[in-house]
Structure formats: structure tokens, C-alpha cells
């Protein structure tokens, strides 16, 4: 990770007790914090910004957090990483968003740390990500 660079995350969750943890847990100079406490909020601030994490609740009301995720996938087309976060474990619906592109799974509740590594481990992967994609187009054009 860059020294300087602040880690922009998307939080969506429609617990405003789950929204404060997060805050709580990502008050650091490092990470700044955009909530929306729906999937239709969500995707007009995606509309506006880009992060570079997106976090999302499985089950909410109107566009759960497995709807949203494919609209992200399909019509953003970021390469933005995505984690959801349950608490109903690992059901074959969750196993599904792997499938659909998420980065990961986090299992309600957990902690600090296991929030931060993840968040670490997602934002390591996208800068290698966008660094492959930039060399193939650098690859393809030569």
C-alpha cells in the first residue's frame, strides 16, 4: 500500500448499528468512509465516485446485496473490489457472488482486524490488477 494514499470505501448496509462499526473500526487516516444504506443510494453515488473498495450486505430490503453486486459488475464495470458480508453464512447464495466477481466474504460479526486484513489483502490485489491490465494495453498496442 502507498504511504499517503487513502483507501476509498463504499459501505452499504441498511443496519445503521453495522454502519457505525464500520466507522469505528475504519477510523484511521488511511480510509475514507462513504455509507449508503441502500443498493439504490449506492449506485447513485457510484454514479458520482469511484472507490476502491466496495463493501456490501447481503440481505437488504428492495435491492439486496447480490443484485447490486451484479449491477456493479455489469454496468460499472469497475475494477473496483467487492466484499460482502453476512451473517448467515456460508449458503449457496453467497458461495454465488464469488462466482459473480466478488473478492470476498466477510462473516458477521467479525473483527477489526479481520476487516482491516481483508480490506488490506482486496486493495493488494486490485493494484495488481489494474497494473496487468495497464501492461496488456501497453502489450497490445505494441
Known amino acids: 500500500m502507498k ?28 480510509y475514507t468512509l462513504v455509507t449508503a444504506r441502500s443498493g439504490r443510494q449506492a449506485v447513485q453515488i457510484l454514479n458520482e465516485s469511484e472507490f476502491d473498495i466496495i463493501l456490501i450486505d447481503m440481505q437488504m430490503p428492495g435491492m ?10 455489469k454496468e460499472f464495470k469497475l475494477s473496483t473490489m467487492v466484499i460482502m458480508a453476512t451473517a448467515h453464512g456460508a449458503s449457496d447464495e453467497t458461495m454465488k457472488t464469488l462466482e459473480q466477481g466478488a473478492y470476498d466474504i466477510l462473516q ?20 495488481l490488477w489494474d497494473n496487468y491490465t495497464r501492461l496488456r494495453k501497453v502489450y497490445e498496442q505494441a
Open 3 to 30: 504511504k499517503n494514499y487513502t483507501i476509498r470505501i463504499l459501505v452499504i448496509d441498511d443496519d445503521p448499528q453495522q454502519i457505525q462499526l464500520y466507522k469505528l473500526y475504519l477510523n484511521e487516516d488511511r
Open 64 to 73: 439486496d446485496g447480490p443484485e447490486l453486486l451484479s449491477k456493479i459488475k
Open 108 to 127: 458477521k460479526p467479525f473483527s477489526s482486524n479481520r476487516l482491516k486484513l481483508t480490506i488490506r489483502n482486496a486493495y493488494h490485489f486490485k493494484q
